[in-house]
Every structure is written in C-alpha cells, then in structure tokens.
C-alpha cells in the first residue's frame, strides 16, 4: 500500500512542480494548428478514396 500512495505522491508532485503547462495563449494556438491539420487530412483521405472509387468503378465497367 506504500507503494501505491508514493506512486501518486510522485506523480502529483511531477504534474505540480516539474510540467511546465502551456499558457492559454500557446494552448490557443496550438489547438488551431491541430483543427487545420486534421482538416487538411481528412481531405486528403477524402481525395484518395474519392480517386479510388473512381477507379474501381472505371475498372468494372471495362470488365
């Protein structure tokens, strides 16, 4: 059981002292950053299964 509440002693006093947090500014910006860059991906992906599909359905209708 000591081991268990040094455990979470410690890990408490990481998350308090030791992580430097961001600051409302940068967590702003940064949660953009991430929004833009999931858009774009999913539009890539969007793109490549559009391209597949397109291409699936050329090769069935030649077959």
Known sequence: MKKITAYF???YNELVYKVS??????????????MIASIIIALVVFGMDSLFEW???????IL
């Open 21 to 34: 947090w961001p600051s409302p500014k940068e967590l702003g910006s940064s949660t953009i950053i991430v």
């Open 9 to 11: 002693k410690d890990a």
């Open 55 to 61: 291409i699936v359905r050329l090769l069935y209708g």
